[in-house]
């Protein structure tokens, strides 16, 4: 059974349709990358995943049940903007992530427990490269840092699915680098199963194994908001090769190589009364020149 399965999905908000036509499947272990236009709805996909939109049409299955109505100790997400406490130490934020998850009602744990997620929290930050920094408060530490907290955060409950949205977007390239590395790191040691934005191409194809392209296929000049996006390529890249043939039978490493798969929009009939345009030629602009995924594309 594939991790995750989108059927006929749709997402409107009011009148606005945001997302429609998304058939896909998702493999344990794939590391997609999400790119396209700003506004084209790729937050929106991540909300659904993670449970704090509902879907409005088709279903968004995660083993193969529909997705709980809010989020859950199985996916994480780390945003652009550093979503950390300001008022508390590094430490105090991941163990107050660990406290969150762990007692909703009244935030706090005691004693023994408490004692636990200190050590889980030193744990998760030395895996982040924090272990210099537990008792720094946020505005103390650089953006990179910074992000490496919110990530540590994320961590915290051991989430089969890390959602990033645009996390390393603030970030200066040297940095950038430092958090690539880092991100491959735990995707490949905490056998994680990640979905990520970026507005970078150069940084999409580096990183993920398969890069998903949201663009609307069908558009009515008359009425805008009356179609959505959908994922109009779904390109695999040289990561998804390696890690295919590097988790061979016998070659000793975990999951199972395996790779979902898109039924991208533009493979799908358009009633002729809508006005087309013609998304193979945007996103081949876009590819060459490998820079920002510009307005200019959608
Ligand atoms: N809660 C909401 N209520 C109404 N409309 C919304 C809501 N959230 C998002 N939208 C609309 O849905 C569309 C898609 O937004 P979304 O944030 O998913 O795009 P995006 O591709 O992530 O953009 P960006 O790259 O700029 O972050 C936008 O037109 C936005 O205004």
Redesign the pocket.
């Known amino acids: 059974m594939s991790l995750i399965h989108a059927k006929g999905l749709e997402k409107h908000?009011?009148e606005?349709v945001?997302l429609e036509r998304m058939n896909l499947t998702v493999e344990a272990g794939e590391f997609i990358t999400l790119v396209?236009?700003?506004?084209?709805?790729?937050?929106?996909?991540l909300k659904l995943l993670l449970g704090t939109e509902g879907v409005s049409r088709g279903e968004l299955l995660l083993d193969g049940k529909p997705i709980p109505a809010e989020p859950g100790p199985d996916r994480g997400i780390v945003f652009q903007k550093y979503s950390v406490f300001p008022h508390l130490t590094v430490l105090g934020n991941v163990i107050m992530a660990e406290e969150l998850a762990r007692a909703p009602l009244t935030g706090k744990l005691f004693g023994a427990k408490r004692r636990e997620a200190r050590v889980a929290a030193e744990k998760r930050l030395a895996e982040v490269g924090l272990s210099h920094a537990l008792d720094k408060y946020p505005h103390e530490l650089s953006g990179g840092m910074q992000q490496r907290l919110a990530i540590a955060q994320a961590l915290m409950m051991k989430p089969r699915i890390l959602l990033l949205d645009?996390p390393f977007g603030a970030l200066d390239p040297g940095i950038r680098k430092d958090m690539h590395q880092l991100i491959l790191r735990l995707w490949e040691e905490q056998q994680l199963t990640i979905f990520m934005?970026t507005?970078d191409l150069k940084e999409a194809f580096e990183l993920g194994s398969r890069v998903w392209v949201?663009d609307k296929v069908r558009v009515d000049p008359q009425a805008p908001q009356a179609y959505g996006s959908t994922i109009t390529y779904d390109l695999p890249t040289e990561r998804s090769k390696a890690r295919a043939s590097s988790q061979q039978p016998g070659s000793g490493q975990p999951g199972s190589g395996q790779q979902g798969s898109v039924q991208t929009g533009a493979d799908q009939p358009t009633p002729k009364h809508e006005a087309l345009k013609t998304p193979a030629h945007s996103v081949s602009q876009a590819t060459l020149t490998g820079g920002q995924f510009n307005e200019h594309t959608a």
Do not use: D, L, R, W
């Open positions: 908000y009011g606005q945001v396209g236009a700003s506004g084209c709805g790729k937050t929106t996909f645009e934005i507005h949201f």
